[in-house]
């Protein structure tokens, strides 16, 4: 079985009126490679007549981003011309690659009517080669992602990228990253296999759960050495998780707010051209006009 290296406790990082919760970089782990970053938004109840969620237009670059809508919704729109509103369950995934701007905000019935919201936005870095690949996105409602049944309907695997088994998921990976949300009911269990060359990316969103003979509680991040390839999982209370593992890029990451490339004058050359002539302000418009 793969050895646990450590279990890190998310920190609390709240923004505004959000409750958030930062389990992706803290100062115990900077990032899993390639899995840059993790927010998890929530749980909370939000009043009818509420402002929503916070993020208005901003720009994007060098990674892709996959969010979990658990409760609540988020209204996506996008300079690349991604425009939709994806509800609870459901799952948006962004190739920022050369560079969009993008808006992510609760749809006006949620700020009309409140309700419970949690929200994860889980950030993977692209490799050297695609940092310029062409911005794309995707948003799937719940009913459009495979789910795997085990242990009796215990588990629930809900397939996003790469495959669980015979399963493939709907979404593309351009680097091969496997993901997953899983719901486990109190008792149930489920293993699987990882290449030990791989790196997991185990978080848990709601309950707790034995992974690999070790007690993980909800909002902590598992790190794995890379020494074994079975998983085994077993929940204690009804519980929720993310897993996915990916083949490491080995690349050096300089981020720069929500910029991620490989060296510091990359970030440099771009932040001087993105800005130049107003072109970065004329498209924050084009978003906060519609």
């Known amino acids: 079985m793969r050895t646990i290296k450590k279990i890190h406790k998310a920190v609390y990082a709240p923004m505004d009126d959000l409750v958030t919760y930062r389990a992706l970089p803290t100062r115990e782990v900077e990032y899993i490679d390639p899995f840059l970053f993790l927010n998890h938004h929530g749980p909370q109840v939000y009043k009818p007549g509420n402002r929503g969620l916070p993020f208005g237009p901003h720009p994007h670059r060098g990674f892709e981003t996959l969010t979990f809508i658990l409760d609540g919704d988020i209204m996506h729109q996008d300079t690349g011309g991604g425009k939709d509103v994806i509800e609870a369950g459901g799952v948006q995934w962004m190739t920022a690659g050369s560079g969009l701007i993008h808006a992510e905000v609760s749809s006006d019935k949620f700020k009309k009517e409140g309700g419970p919201l949690e929200i994860l936005q889980l950030w993977f870095n692209l490799p050297s080669k695609l940092k310029m690949a062409k911005p794309t996105y995707i948003g799937l409602q719940k009913e459009a992602i495979p789910v795997v049944t085990e242990d009796d309907g215990k588990v629930k695997v809900n397939v996003i990228s790469g495959n669980w088994g015979a399963t493939k998921g709907p979404i593309p990976s ?117």
Do not use: W
């Not at 690349?251 to 771009?270: A, D, I, K, L, Q």
């Open 174 to 290: 351009l680097s091969d990253i496997h993901m997953a949300s899983i719901e486990i009911q109190a008792g149930g269990s489920f293993a699987t296999t990882i290449a030990s060359d791989r790196n997991i990316f185990f978080y848990v969103v709601r309950g707790a759960v034995i992974v690999n003979g070790q007690k993980v509680d909800k909002l902590n991040l598992v790190e794995f050495t890379n020494d074994g390839e079975e998983l085994k999982v077993e929940a204690l209370e009804n519980s929720y998780i993310l897993l996915g593992h990916a083949l490491p890029f080995n690349e050096p990451v300089v981020s720069h707010g929500p910029f991620v490339m490989n060296t510091e004058e990359m970030v440099r050359v771009f932040l001087s051209t993105a800005f130049e002539g107003g072109r970065h302000q004329n498209r924050v418009n084009k978003i906060a006009d519609c």
